[in-house]
């Protein structure tokens, strides 16, 4: 059964830094594209970034490129990401998900992590 928990968010002020952390488990990811969305209040869900985990190759959303970093540890299974330059639009549940392959859709959520932003 593959598992997912998020870890790390909590509340700073604009222009801080946190480091999301994502715990998985119940499989082998290697060959799996794992992702951070984000949720916030009364807006749809919307993705942040991506890498696959086998090559490293990463993907961002416009709006957090070059502030935010996404990484994976192979040896531990564990996905992060390092937010800097945080803002007050950067307020939101953010949520890890894998998924096989870039046709799939992402098949397994963590529960998500909540990230306030202050200004």
């Known amino acids: 059964q593959v598992q997912l928990v998020e870890s790390g968010g909590g509340l700073v002020q604009a222009g801080d830094s946190l480091r999301l952390s994502c715990a998985a488990s119940?499989?082998?990811?290697?060959?799996?594209?794992m992702g951070w969305f984000r949720q916030a209040p009364g807006k749809e869900r919307e993705f942040v970034s991506s890498?696959?985990?086998?090559?490293?190759?990463?993907a961002y959303a416009d709006s957090v490129k070059g502030r935010f970093t996404i990484s994976r540890d192979n040896t531990k299974n564990a996905l992060y990401l390092q937010m800097n330059s945080l803002k007050p639009e950067d307020t939101a549940v953010y949520y890890c998900?894998?998924?096989?392959?870039?046709?799939?859709?992402?098949?397994?959520w963590g529960q998500g992590t909540q990230v306030t932003v202050s200004s």
């Open positions: 998900a894998a998924k096989m392959s870039l046709i799939h859709n992402y098949d397994y």
């Open positions: 119940g499989r082998t990811f290697t060959n799996y594209i």
């Open positions: 890498i696959r985990w086998s090559s490293g190759t990463t």
